[in-house]
């Protein structure tokens, strides 16, 4: 059984900075690409990096500059950098990855970390 955990959310000013991380465990063979998430109030959720199993980064337009997101497959960990907060950040942050398991590739989920951007 594959299971995401994240942590490191929290409340935070705007203009401040975040780190969240994620922790893949089970039976893990392969972990291709994984990536943020995000749902705000009243929202879908929404993209918001990914990165490949190469380690090329990918961001949504709305976070490009300001986040930066990384992956340390020893640790089978994916972390991501937020600088310059903003209010519009507030949302539930949800780590993904596709994982090769005991017998089946799959999309896993965590289950979400809220952050709150404000004064």
């Known amino acids: 059984q594959v299971q995401l955990v994240e942590s490191g959310g929290g409340l935070v000013q705007p203009g401040g900075s975040l780190r969240l991380s994620c922790v893949a465990s089970g039976s893990i063979f392969i972990m291709y690409g994984m990536g943020w998430y995000r749902q705000g109030p009243g929202k879908q959720r929404e993209l918001v990096a990914r990165?490949?199993?190469?380690?090329?980064?990918m961001y949504a337009d709305s976070v490009k500059g300001r986040f930066t997101i990384s992956r340390y497959n020893a640790k089978k960990m994916v972390t991501l950098q937020m600088n310059s907060l903003k209010p519009e950040d507030t949302a539930v942050y949800y780590c993904n990855a596709d994982i090769l398991g005991d017998r089946v590739r799959a999309d896993y989920w965590g289950q979400g970390t809220q952050v709150t951007v404000s004064s």
């Open positions: 990165i490949t199993s190469g380690g090329s980064p």
